[in-house]
């Protein structure tokens, strides 16, 4: 197991296009978390999942975003009509149960709306 | 929102100097984390704080866990050049999700 995996690492898009992310955190992992970071600044909570449940969403989680976790085990995160503020890093993040000992990060996918 | 402060906001430095950071909130936190994150790579985990008071180290970093719960500091002794990058603290107060709130980060540059 190398880690949790995000891809595609890079994604430029057009104004109003749809994108999605993927993310396979680590195999034994039941907990992942969604975050977003821009230029400057440190990473914010979107929302997570416990197995295939997503328990809470952030306020920044507009009506054009929407995660899922199908079977508990990889993530899918989708932008409709992307926005140029929506242009950011996207981390993932995985971890045991409560524990954030293990709360190991992905190497993000960047997003640039053009 | 939650927000944390921290500072100092960017270091340039000379190797082997020692270098400070700290991180302060408004509210109580129940854990304290410090992360660092070089370019086009995610956080990665440096130390975890669990009790108020607590002081912990890992090699060269030393981290502390405010005794009011709402500060933490990290101490990088003796940098070296693979120091460099952006240093973040990050606070849990909520147990039961995990979620956490992270600072603006501390960009360091160390000078060889």
């Known amino acids: 197991d190398t880690g949790v995996s995000q891809n595609p690492r890079h994604k430029i898009t057009k104004r109003g296009q749809n994108v999605t992310f993927r993310c396979d955190p680590i195999s034994e992992h039941n907990r992942l978390y969604w975050y977003r970071q821009t230029l400057g600044q440190g990473p914010e909570f979107l929302t997570y999942?416990?197995?295939?449940?997503?328990?809470?969403k952030s306020r920044l989680l507009s009506d054009r975003f929407s995660a899922e976790r199908p079977k508990g085990s990889f993530s899918t995160l989708e932008i409709q009509r992307t926005e140029q503020g929506d242009s950011a890093m996207y981390l993932c993040?995985?971890?045991?149960?409560?524990?954030?000992?293990?709360?190991?990060f992905g190497s993000g996918t960047r997003l640039t709306v053009v | 929102g939650q927000q944390l402060n921290q500072s100092p906001q960017s270091m340039f430095i000379q190797e082997g100097e020692d270098v400070s950071m700290n991180c302060t909130s408004s509210s109580i936190f129940n854990t304290w984390l410090w992360y660092k994150q070089e370019p086009g790579e995610g956080p990665v985990l440096l130390i975890a704080l669990y009790k108020a008071g607590e002081l912990t180290s890992n090699g060269r970093l030393t981290a502390q866990f405010g005794i009011t719960r709402k500060d933490s500091f990290l101490n990088i002794s003796a940098s070296i050049p693979s120091d460099v990058g952006i240093y973040f603290c990050?606070?849990?107060?909520?147990?039961?999700?995990?979620?956490?709130?992270f600072g603006q980060g501390t960009t360091l540059q160390v000078k060889p």
């Open positions: 993040a995985s971890s045991q149960d409560t524990g954030t000992v293990g709360y190991t």
């Open positions: 999942f416990q197995n295939e449940a997503q328990l809470e």
């Open positions: 990050a606070g849990q107060y909520e147990l039961i999700t995990g979620k956490l709130i």
